[in-house]
T-cell receptor, first 116, second 117 residues
């Protein structure tokens, strides 16, 4: 079956531009996570959804970052007025469990964002 | 969640066992040890987890010391495709105790394993 997919796989943006990153979780998965991975670092948690409810957004670095999952399936991570420090790989993970147990998170390939 | 310490890099010869250490000296009694790996340009992949007993699955074995302050992930016969960054994560196992906390994972910098022919 299909895994977690993300689009685009690569995005180049000029500083100040808005970007939108899409995540298609595995069908039926309740939990959805976004992580940010800077070059040479481990992924860092950004936000968590259970169905359409955003239950944890403690990792979002600034109010320029916004995530939504309006119908409880596809999610979009939006970054407004991008800055060079936003350059990173953005990973999406989904889990069929409510709460998303560590063993059951399935990650997508990520979107590599480069802000010039 | 407790912090973990891993060596930044390791080499292993193809066909030999790869032993990846992890220190977690502040681990609590209800925290599990999880291992993930990330192959270049892919998302992280779950490998194995354990509480205090040694565990084995089709991918790897996990050895946890009796005092639970450290553990070792063993890939018994490393192949070139095992070249990846390996992350050791310590956290409360099973469903989260706090409803809205979710199962977020806290990654460190991991160990970059290079399997060489």
């Amino acid at each position: 079956g299909a895994g977690v997919s993300q689009s685009p796989r690569y995005k180049v943006a000029k500083r100040g531009q808005d970007v939108a990153l899409r995540c298609d979780p595995i069908s039926g998965h309740v939990s959805l996570f976004w992580y940010q991975q800077a070059l040479g670092q481990g992924p860092e948690f950004l936000t968590y959804f259970q169905n359409e409810a955003q239950l944890d957004k403690s990792g979002l670095p600034s109010d320029r970052f916004f995530a939504e999952r309006p119908e409880g399936s596809v999610s979009t991570l939006k970054i407004q007025r991008t800055q060079q420090e936003d350059s990173a790989v953005y990973l999406c993970a989904s889990s069929y469990q409510a709460g998303g147990g560590p063993k059951t998170q399935y990650f997508g390939p990520g979107t590599r964002l480069l802000v010039l | 969640d407790a912090k973990t310490t891993q060596p930044p890099s390791m080499d292993c010869a193809e066909g030999r066992a790869a032993n990846l250490p992890c220190n977690h000296s502040t681990i609590s009694g209800n925290e599990y040890v999880y291992w993930y790996r990330q192959i270049h340009s892919q998302g992280p992949q779950y490998i194995i987890h354990g509480l205090k007993n040694n565990e084995t699955n089709e991918m790897a074995s996990l050895i946890i010391t009796e005092d639970r302050k450290s553990s070792t992930l063993i890939l018994p016969h490393a192949t070139l495709r095992d070249t990846a960054v390996y992350y050791c994560i310590v956290r409360v196992g099973g469903p989260p105790l706090i409803y809205n906390q979710g199962g977020k994972l806290i990654f460190g910098q991991g160990t970059e394993l290079s399997v060489k022919p």
